[in-house]
């Protein structure tokens, strides 16, 4: 059982980048996932979170209009449109799925955003 958020890297501000958080060994979709970030010397924040077959979604004001999240069932797989990307966003990403009281957190994938 794995999940794995991937997709990071370097943007510039304005910039965009897709994380993908995928399942291995469970059906992603029968479970609600979300996404959280930590930037250095700060606490995990939640950002944006997506229940099953696409009924409930929600955003954290700190990327609304801006991030997008979506899941591909078919491809055992979350994605994170991040748009207008700003300094402020710079964070280690992960992913978290969630069903029945069962946490699958995935390693994270570092987003820096700099000119």
């Known amino acids: 059982v794995q999940l794995q958020a991937s997709g990071g890297g370097l943007a510039q501000p304005g910039g965009s980048l897709r994380l993908s958080c995928t399942a291995s060994g469970f059906n992603l979709g029968y479970y609600e996932v979300g996404w959280f970030r930590q930037a250095p010397g700060a606490a995990r924040e939640a950002i944006s979170c997506?229940?099953?077959?696409?009924?409930?979604?929600f955003y954290a004001d700190t990327v609304k209009g801006r991030f997008t999240i979506s899941r591909l069932d078919a491809k055992n797989t979350v994605f994170l449109q991040m748009d207008n990307l700003k300094p402020e966003d710079t964070a280690v990403y992960y992913c978290?799925?969630?069903?029945?009281?069962?946490?699958?957190w995935g390693k994270g994938t570092r987003v820096t955003v700099s000119s």
């Open positions: 997506i229940s099953t077959k696409n009924g409930r979604i």
């Open positions: 978290n799925a969630y069903r029945n009281g069962v946490n699958y």
